[in-house]
């Protein structure tokens, strides 16, 4: 059977999955005055969206916002401003051997000290407990050392972490801060959709992907229902390694990728109790009140996310959190609305100690010219949200590339 030649808009780009990565895609491309569609099997949002429940609004785990990342820039270049705070550190407590206990000013400004003059170069391909054992001096410097990675990371197998991309993104906290969004990320994801569609693109939800096969001029993208669309670029955003495996066209060669970094979480909405924030000195545990000063909750309520870094066993997670949380002083009473997310992915991929973020693959699909990949696992920039927006925004001017007829409308100033 001959291949098909494009029925509409040779500039097209069909970017799938509406997350973070997607949108970025979305929004950086029609900008660019190309012709944008974006399917999406559910929603909008993917992992960023925001669920409410009983006027309490809940995001996908506690997310956090870094303002000196590479997202934050992405952002404001797409004319997106996220409004947050602070996080909430007055009173702020950590916790060893299931007690709150009082750190040393002399432990934390060591540590401050070491992290400050810490070269992320010199420590690649090396793992971040090995950063962490160099550090010396008294134990609750590596215990704090520890302790920091995981809240920059959210990864607690320090073993299996990169040296440079911890020591990386702990400079990347201390230097920038991180927010939490007013009215949590769900304002994010509609600051994006809406750089997107004003700028004409298409955002159809409950439309899922089912493959993408070459056809004359580019690809054609079929759906669930049976329609194609045709587009001279593709734009996979949807899902993971395997997700994206399951759309290509063609086998990308990648080498053996490493695990997703996962968390256990129980977001918690309350009235009558505002907990400190906890942070776990010896445990990969932690505990943070979004709200107040967020807004997030019904009036007087309050929203508080406690964690565990690297899901385990459902039951034993549930009732280490619920612990933690009645540590910090939260009672049944306090309880409104509570919701467990047993094993919520936080990364798609966890990059080998060897290789770094080096080792993820690319946008681009060399055996596939005009698809493109984006997504917290892909490409060699940022971690997190900043990996997501960040290989979104490459994907889209890639995509905005490929084309080889000049842009249809005007570029948006």
Known sequence: MGMRELDNDSDSVVVIGSGLAGLTAAATAAREGRS????????????????????????????????????????????????GHQPPLRGAHVVRRGEKVHLSGAAMGSLLAKLVTASPAKWTGRCAEEWVQSLGGAPEVVQLARMGIRVSTYVADLEHMPADLAISQAKLGLRGGVSYLDGGWATLV?????????????????????????????????????EVVSARSVVIA??????????????????ELGPPVTAACLDLG????????????????????????????????????????????????????????????ISDDHIVEERFLAAMVVTHLLPSIEHGLAGRPGVEVPAAPGIYLAGDWVGTSGWLADAAMASGQRAGMLATRASSRPPLRPKVA
């Open 36 to 83: 944008v569609t974006v399917v999406e099997a559910h929603i909008e949002g993917g992992r960023a969206r925001t669920d409410e429940r009983n006027g309490y609004r809940f995001n996908q785990g506690p997310h956090a916002l870094y303002r000196g990342g590479r997202g934050w820039r992405i952002l404001r270049d797409l004319k997106v401003t996220p409004r």
């Open 270 to 329: 309350l009235q009558g109790c505002r907990p400190p924030v906890m942070f776990g000195l010896d445990e990969p545990l932690y505990l943070s009140r979004h709200c107040p000063p967020g807004d997030l909750a019904p009036e007087g309520g309050a929203v508080v996310h406690v964690m565990r870094y690297g899901a385990r066993d459902a039951r034993l997670d549930r009732i280490e959190l619920r612990t933690y949380a009645r540590l910090a002083g």
């Open 238 to 255: 949807t899902g993971g390694p395997d997700a994206a495996r399951s759309l290509l066209p063609v086998d990308p060669c990648w080498p």
């Open 190 to 226: 509609d600051g994006l959709s809406s750089a997107a569609s004003s700028t004409g693109a298409a955002i159809r939800i409950h439309e899922s992907a089912i493959g993408i096969e070459r056809c004359t001029d580019g690809w054609e993208v079929t759906l669930g229902g049976g």
